[in-house]
């Protein structure tokens, strides 16, 4: 545990030294889970952005992007179940007065009983060595049984109890599992109470004229009032989908894991309108395709899985997440939503519009199912930079801060220095500059020795530094050095562009989709 806090000190330091995310408005001490995105931070994000919107709107045929705007009908918040039902239930402790979200809590307790299971695992695999089945030995060993026997029953507790809205037994089940204020270790709580999590506000000058808004909490809702629109102007044809990404707002109760959760966000966010009846294959596909997006980024399988919702959300039928190991362990970084008619549906009760397709096949009107994927961009930004973010021991016994960014996501493709800061070296580089900015985000640095620019340019992940000398002069080369091997390789100059397109092309990254 203290090390996977270390780790994720580091990851939040690095983020604020080398300009990825600052705390919003810093000189007044910040805001609660709100944060700037830095200079290099806002071309990571891009990156990412750009990387989901090419694999799930421009690499379909059948999928289309729209911007709808943050603001809507406050109607529209009513049909989809966020007035009513958009609550967490939150607990606050009587002594340290500190507020938590109770399902939270029990989750937290749970994690602790699978940490004991991944112990006697590590502990199993070592005395066995390469005979280790771990399959067989998480299937049969007592020890391990029983942890996750408890493990399921407080989980599907805890599940009954929030959906039959029965709160008294979630603080039964704190209470009855002696869970403590992880700060102080006070076990003085009161009762369990709903929250709602959508920010107001109003619309128009006049307190009496006011009409109260919502600032959004999903982007989802802006595709489905928008679902014929699109479909007509597009004569798409189902099954097909509409795509968006934006920021959404949630009044979190606890929000202390830096952009993990965040008051607000930005979510990038697919409906996939489809046949009635048909939602159970289309929500496996789903789910394996974004998985393959996310390991096409080469971040590691063991990093992902998958956790099938024991508790559905107000509109959905089947519910997955992917979770990411994060530093502070496996965490939801997407969910894949069978949402059904519901939200469709919904819309047309409370508007009076019809909202069906015609299905010329089938020759009849329907209101679609849909499934959703959904994902926190800030969330995948934590994923990546905490993934990349290692110390590397040297050779010489010196060692190396570096951030192994996926190349096709990294802020800067290429870092070009001259050795020194006379001869003509200067004029040369810039050239160099002038010509690769036209293909990718590139840097041009002369300050220091070049050792520690290598340095500078290895902690914000950048894939290449191209280095100018005496040489260059004579013969046209450069030095082109690799992040993660550190192996340097003199090419021509003319040559830079297909060596540095190469690496970061994305369609070389989403062909491994
Ligand atoms: P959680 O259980 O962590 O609160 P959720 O299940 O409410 O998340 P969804 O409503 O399914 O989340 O939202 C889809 C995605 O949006 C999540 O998988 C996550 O990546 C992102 N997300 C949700 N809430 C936040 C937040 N407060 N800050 C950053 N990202 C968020």
């Known amino acids: 545990m203290a090390n996977q806090d270390e780790q ?39 990156n990412i952005r750009q990387y989901w919107w090419k694999a799930m709107v421009q690499l379909h045929e059948n999928i289309v992007g729209i911007d709808a705007a943050i603001f809507m009908h406050p109607t529209a918040w009513k049909a989809s179940g966020h007035v009513d039902a958009f609550n967490d239930p939150l607990i606050d402790n009587k002594d340290s007065k500190k507020r938590y979200r109770a ?4 989750e937290d307790y749970v994690a602790k009983i699978e940490a004991k299971i991944e112990k006697e695992v590590a502990k199993a695999e070592k005395r066995f060595g390469e005979a280790f089945d771990k399959e067989q030995f998480v299937s049969t060993n ?12 407080i989980l599907k507790r805890l599940a009954r109890s929030l959906e039959n809205e029965n709160l008294a037994d979630v603080k039964a089940l704190i209470e009855e599992l002696e869970i403590a204020d992880p700060e102080t270790g006070s076990k003085n709580w009161t009762d369990v109470k ?24 999903e982007t989802a809702q802006g595709i489905f009032v928008n679902f014929l629109n699109v479909q007509k102007t597009g004569r798409m044809k189902i099954p097909f989908g509409i795509a968006q990404t934006g920021k959404a707002f949630r009044n979190e109760i606890v929000a202390r894991q830096f952009i993990f959760r965040m008051r607000e966000f930005e979510q990038m966010e697919m409906q996939f309108f489809i046949k009635p009846g048909t939602q159970k294959e289309w929500y496996e596909e789903w789910k394996q395709t ?27 039928d089947a519910a997955a997440d992917i979770e990411f190991k994060f530093p ?13 008619d ?64 996926p190349a096709v996501l990294a802020p ?22 002038d010509d690769l900015k036209w293909s990718f985000n590139v840097d041009y640095d002369e300050k220091d020795a070049v050792g520690r620019r290598y340095r500078r340019q290895d902690a914000v992940g950048t894939p290449f530094c191209i280095t100018v000398d005496h040489d260059t002069l004579k013969d046209d080369t450069v030095t082109i050095r690799h992040r993660d091997t550190m192996e340097q390789k003199r090419v021509k100059i003319n040559e830079l562009k297909d060596i540095i397109q190469q690496e970061v092309d994305m369609r070389t990254w989403l062909m491994k989709m």
């Open 8 to 46: 994720f000190k580091k990851v939040i330091s690095h983020a604020k030294e080398y300009g990825f995310v600052f705390p919003s408005s810093e000189i007044y001490d910040g805001l609660s889970a709100v944060y700037d995105y830095a200079q290099n931070g806002v071309e990571l994000k891009n």
């Open 103 to 106: 399902d939270v809590l029990v």
């Open 142 to 153: 007592p020890r391990v049984l029983e942890y996750k026997a408890t493990a399921d029953a």
């Open 194 to 217: 709903q929250f709602n999590l959508m920010f107001g506000t109003k619309l128009g000058a006049s307190a009496e004229s006011a009409m109260d808004l919502y600032l959004r909490p």
């Open 290 to 316: 974004r998985l393959k997006w996310h390991l096409s980024l080469g971040m590691g399988a063991d990093n992902y899985r998958f956790h099938d919702h024991e508790k559905l959300a107000h509109y959905a």
């Open 328 to 340: 502070f362990g496996f965490k939801e970084l997407e969910g894949i939503h069978s949402r059904t």
């Open 342 to 405: 519901f939200d469709l549906g919904n819309h047309e009760k409370f508007s009076g519009r019809k909202l069906q397709y015609f299905d010329p096949e089938e020759n009849k009107s329907y209101v679609p199912y849909v499934v959703e994927t959904s994902i926190g961009l800030d969330r995948m930004f934590l994923a990546v930079l905490s993934n990349s973010l290692q110390e590397e021991e040297l050779e010489n016994n010196t060692s190396r801060t570096v951030l192994k960014l």
């Open 412 to 433: 800067v493709k290429a870092a070009v220095l001259p050795l020194v800061k006379k001869d003509g070296l200067p004029e040369v580089a810039r050239n160099i500059v």
